[in-house]
């Protein structure tokens, strides 16, 4: 009878016929009062959201003492009934550390049963292999999944608390514990809980090789090695790009991977992390082909869109997803982040409010609302709500950027030079970062840092085969640099280059005519100030330039001159150069589209009368 019945209840469960299977599971119950029939029934009420009662069967007598599994499955049902208090009064709050496995420790306690087993017996000398927990040692493999899994329950508490340092130490106790525990992995990876170097020495920390297959030594080892190689894919796409790429190219050529959601996804945000928009957007756009509602996918294809200025594909999406799908998160992003496009500011906020407050832990709904602070200069808010993000995701330099940025604008110097070193303490090779810091040295006087900082920026966006326009405004910075420097062949170089990208900007062409007097070329110099008044008729500092330009070239100063020019104090008063460089960093020209791993990018450029005189100007690249 018992194994009529439990046949019957499984047949029922796997035709998702639940009411059956809960008829059969009370009789099996009744009849056998096994621990495992009540666990059964237990999960099938889990599954059909009857979560009370699920506890209820979980109650009886003393599950919770004596089984792990039931312990994980009644805080379970907790969580789902908001009880967050109740679920961690079951769970404890203290996490076994004594259950973790020491590294490589598995794989050596295999390799010693191998020897004894060859010499006859099977005997393991514990001196010959290493320290491992006796603990641990006692406990079947069942029951340590589910320690690992309450200790990801754990986190996943402390984390509705705001307590994310005690959330990140249970999901990586969980990990270390077991380390086929995805969630917690996934938890620590997609809520940027540790810098991109903590990332990868947690992941050489993790013993795989506490995974077994079939007895099989062999089998274990590629089980093994391929379940890093997955897990790499996760990791921050910064710090080690070389060994992010060689691990997509093995699980695409060794395990018929390539068109997987998961690695194309992977992919996508390498390439969006490059600057390769076009590129990252194909690849999204694949997998939303296959799988229209891949709601991973959505937080970079929007980005994506926003971007390149695929404003009516955005507007399709968003109203489909809104549709569709109006409990996701990443519907509502992309109603935000389509607002934000056209530039309805007030109703992007709202939508993005609204993402944050059905998923608190959302990063890019997070960051898309401080945005539409920055966006309409209200730098305070923006600042306080970059600073939530900071508190939230901690592992990301993203927030400490935009929050050095923010106190660019504000000219306040010494707070963003502070903001930006954090950031770059977590982050080294973000071009758009050092272009910041680069801008930070250059309004403090600081030139030649100024310049190394803007060229490791460009060294890194080539080698990054970023879109060449996305840095065009970095290369201004640098040549601007150069300038003040006084290095005015590399400056007007640097000039020629940024013009060459069919470039039609009024202040670059001034600036190169200004360079051009200062070397003496006082002809050359007029050439390009009619260039640039071609462009901009009425650009006052052309104008001006131009005048004393051809005034000077008159009285014969420009044949045959050697030096720099003289006089340039002349064509603008003091005053005028005070009130051009208040107006700096206070205007906002130009927003440009995209996002930076989780959110959009804006630049400011700033217009020629900002440049004044081009003695104290700066072209700053920024991001969203």
């Known amino acids: 009878m018992e194994k009529f019945l439990r046949e019957w209840r499984s047949d029922a469960a796997k035709k998702n016929q639940y009411d059956t299977a809960i008829f059969v599971a009370d009789k099996l119950l009744a009849l056998t009062k096994d621990d495992n029939d009540a666990f059964w029934l237990a999960q099938v009420h889990f599954q059909t959201g009857n979560y009370s009662r699920a506890q209820s069967f979980l109650s009886r007598g003393d599950l919770l003492e ?24 079951t769970l404890g709050d203290k996490n076994p550390s004594h259950l973790i496995a020491a590294p490589g420790s ?27 927990s006796e603990e641990r040692d006692k406990e079947d493999v069942t029951s340590l999944k589910f320690e690992a899994a309450m200790c990801y329950l754990r986190g996943v508490c402390f984390a509705r608390q705001n307590s994310f340092d005690r959330a990140k130490e249970c999901y990586k106790t969980a990990v270390q514990i077991d380390v086929q525990c995805f969630e917690a992995f996934d938890q620590l990876m997609a809520n940027k809980l540790m810098s991109p170097s903590e990332e990868w020495t947690f992941l050489e920390s993790l013993n795989f090789d506490m995974i077994q297959v079939d007895n099989n030594p062999s089998l274990s080892q590629e089980a093994a090695q391929f379940t890093k190689t997955l897990y790499t894919t996760r990791l921050s796409k910064y710090s080690r790009p070389r060994e992010f790429t060689e691990a997509t190219e093995t699980l695409a050529t060794h395990y018929n991977l390539a068109e997987n959601p998961d690695i194309l996804l992977a992919k996508a945000e390498l390439l969006f992390t490059n600057c390769q928009f076009r590129n990252a957007l194909n690849l999204t756009t694949y997998i939303l082909k296959n799988d229209k509602y891949n709601f991973a996918t959505i937080p970079i294809h929007v980005a994506c869109l926003h971007e390149l200025g695929e404003k009516n594909t955005l507007f399709l999406l968003a109203h489909d997803l809104a549709d569709t799908h109006p409990q996701e998160p990443s519907s509502w992003l992309a109603v935000g982040v389509y607002y934000l496009s056209i530039g309805r500011i007030a109703e992007a906020r709202r939508y993005f409010s609204k993402a944050s407050m059905m998923d608190p832990h959302f990063g890019p709904a997070w960051i898309g609302f401080a945005h539409t602070f920055a966006a309409e200069g209200e730098h305070d808010q923006a600042i306080s709500a970059y600073s939530t993000a900071a508190r939230l995701f901690q592992g990301t330099h ?46 403090e006087d600081s030139l030649e840092h100024a310049i190394n900082m803007f060229k490791h920026a460009l060294e890194y966006a080539e080698a990054n085969e970023a879109d060449q326009d996305s840095w065009i405004p970095t290369r201004t910075n640098l040549a601007h640099a150069l300038r003040r420097c006084g290095r005015l062949e590399e400056a007007l170089a640097t000039f020629d280059d940024v013009l060459r990208q069919g470039v039609k900007d009024v202040g670059v062409f001034t600036a190169k005519g200004l360079v051009l ?11 390009v100030l009619h260039e640039a008044l071609a462009v901009a008729p009425q650009d006052p500092l052309a104008t001006d330039l131009l005048s004393k330009a051809l005034e000077d070239n008159q009285s014969g100063f420009g044949e045959g001159a050697v030096g720099r020019f003289k006089g340039l104090e002349e064509v603008i008063t003091e005053s005028q150069v005070e009130e051009l460089d208040q107006g700096i960093e206070e205007r906002l020209v130009e927003i440009e589209h995209g996002r930076r791993r989780r959110g959009g990018r804006r630049r400011r450029h700033v217009s020629p009368e900002e440049e004044s005189a081009l003695q104290d100007s700066m072209v700053v690249d920024s991001e969203l």
């Open 398 to 443: 993203l927030p400490q950027l935009f929050l050095g940025m923010q106190n660019l604008q504000l000219n306040n110097l010494p707070l963003a030079r502070e903001y930006l070193h954090t950031a770059y303490s977590l982050c080294k090779e973000d071009p758009l970062l050092l272009n910041e810091l680069g801008v930070v040295y250059y309004h």
């Open 517 to 527: 007097m200062e070397m003496g070329r006082g002809w050359d110099a007029v050439i």
């Open 66 to 89: 004596r089984n792990p599994q039931c312990r994980y499955l009644h805080a379970h049902c907790s969580i789902r009934l908001g009880k967050i208090e109740e679920a961690l009064t």
């Open 106 to 132: 598995a794989r050596q306690k295999l390799r010693h049963v191998d020897v004894n087993a060859r010499a006859g017996s099977r005997h393991i000398k514990r001196s010959e292999r290493l320290p491992t």
